[in-house]
């Protein structure tokens, strides 16, 4: 399992749009991702899941995969976070 902790910076949070785009990337990898907000963990495979979060700027988060590419799922969502949700290439 990774982990890794992100400070959301893009104005809107991980609403409507950027928890779209997080999403779809989400989905990208085969491993198992989870996102945490507090006591709250949701899958991040899940549009529902994220939008419950109700990430807001300035909110830190903890993203966690386990699986063959968990690595490179947390790496890539993290800069997905911290480029405020435009896509970044393979690292």
């Known amino acids: 399992m990774i ?7 893009n104005k809107a ?4 749009k950027p928890a779209s785009l997080f999403v779809q990337r989400a ?3 085969k491993s198992e991702i989870y996102i ?9 495979k899940s549009i529902m899941g994220v ?3 109700a990430v807001q ?3 830190e988060i903890q993203i966690e995969a ?4 968990e690595k490179k799922a947390v790496e890539q969502l993290r ?3 911290e480029n405020k949700f435009d896509f970044v290439d393979e690292v």
């Open 51 to 53: 939008m419950i979060l």
């Open 27 to 29: 989905n990208d990898f």
């Open 36 to 44: 945490k907000k507090e006591a709250t963990r949701v899958n991040a």
């Open 13 to 16: 949070g991980l609403h409507a």
């Open 79 to 81: 800069l997905l976070i």
């Open 66 to 69: 386990t699986g063959d590419d």
């Open 57 to 59: 700027k300035g909110d």
């Open 3 to 9: 982990v890794d902790k992100v400070i959301v910076t």
